[in-house]
């Protein structure tokens, strides 16, 4: 659906080109919610306004379908923009109109539909993101999430094919940003919707989104399903993300485990092999032990996922059969230290 290539930006500042995007290369299918993190000032503001062109760039291209969207006049980039909605960290709503006036504004602008059509499309959308009750309120009667929703009902008027999410959620609070995140998640499904987010926050990208890209220095330095990103990062911007997700300092980790006797090793699980109770029959079959020294489960979208680090002592055998059995069972596993 879309297509970055090459993409790259700079700001003129002080009569200097500075970079803050470099050869950028990102396919987005039809249908995923696509995430990008990164720390601030990694890139990830001008990356999102590159793609509905509301930053033009220095070089490169965005293809939306088969359009290249940095050829377009003025005119017909209007048009384009029609079928992408944008949602915002401060909502950007308009103070002065009520929350149906705010929804009601983009379907003016666009000049299809007539005032009675134009009422029936904001009454549905009010339904769709809950707020049917406060459509004539103001946005300064409404708490940050009920505003987020007008942002979201407002940025989905024009029937758009895609929705970018500039940091929607980095006011709000985390239990506001999960029902806003499960709102997402519903229209992503129920419309089809392909979305694109842009975050700081590991915790949204694994609640919401099939794949993501970590940016750093203007540049995409990992990127892929979110189940592997987040359970084998490589990169280590990608690595400290996940274990300040996980609240874990990995080199204290392994400063705790250096008085561990055995070999030191990572078993990741995913999906069903979450919940099979392989350990214990493996430790009888192989007459070898194990101790647990670090595990999580957890839900990345909707799908279990487990890691367990483990000590194993016994025959060297023992443990080489053990962990053939893994491999036979599925079960990633990574070998931490030998012995
Ligand atoms: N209009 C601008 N003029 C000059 N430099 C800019 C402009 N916008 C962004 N930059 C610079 O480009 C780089 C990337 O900024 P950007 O806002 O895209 O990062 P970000 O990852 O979104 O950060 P944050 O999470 O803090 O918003 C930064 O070094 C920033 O200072």
Redesign the pocket.
């Known amino acids: 659906m879309i297509q970055l290539k090459n993409l790259s930006k700079s700001?003129r500042?002080d009569g200097k080109d500075?970079p803050?995007l470099k050869r950028i290369d990102l396919n987005i299918e039809a249908g995923e919610i696509f995430g990008v993190i990164?720390h601030?000032?990694?890139?990830?503001?001008?990356l999102i306004r590159l793609i509905n062109l509301l930053e033009r760039p220095s070089g490169g291209t965005v293809l939306l379908g088969d359009i290249d969207l940095t050829t377009l006049s003025t005119a017909e980039l209007r048009l384009e923009r029609q079928k992408i909605g944008m949602i915002f960290q401060h909502f950007n709503l308009l103070s002065a109109k009520t929350v149906a006036n705010n929804i009601a504004f983009p379907l003016q602008v666009a000049g299809r539909l007539n005032k009675t059509e134009i009422q029936q499309r904001v009454a549905q959308l009010l339904e769709l993101v809950g707020l049917s009750e406060h459509a004539d309120k103001y946005p300064a009667q409404l708490s940050g999430g009920q505003k987020q929703r007008v942002g979201i009902a407002r940025a989905l008027a024009n029937n758009p094919k895609l929705l970018l999410c500039d940091e929607a959620t980095s006011a709000l609070d985390p239990q506001t940003t999960q029902s806003v995140l499960q709102l997402l998640l519903e229209i992503n499904q129920k419309l089809k919707l392909t979305i694109v987010l842009i975050t700081?926050e590991m915790d949204v990208i694994r609640t919401v989104c099939d794949r993501v890209a970590v940016i750093d220095g203007g540049e995409t330095v990992e990127m892929g399903p979110v189940t592997q990103v987040f359970l084998h990062p490589k990169h280590p911007t990608t690595r400290r993300f996940v274990f300040e997700s996980e609240h874990v300092d990995e080199n204290k980790q392994f400063e705790d485990f250096a008085h561990v006797p055995g070999k030191i090793v990572r078993l990741t699980f995913i999906g069903e092999s979450t919940y099979k109770s392989l350990l214990g029959d493996m430790a009888r079959d192989f007459g070898i032990d194990f101790s647990i020294l670090a595990g999580r489960i957890e839900r990345i979208k909707g799908t279990a996922c487990g890691q367990l680090t483990l000590a194993f002592t016994g025959a060297d055998s023992g443990i080489a059969a053990a962990l053939a059995r893994f491999t036979a069972e599925g079960i990633d596993f990574e070998e931490l230290r030998a012995c």
Not at 40 to 46: E, I, Q
């Open positions: 700001y500042v500075i803050a990164g601030s000032g990694a890139g990830k503001s001008t700081h």
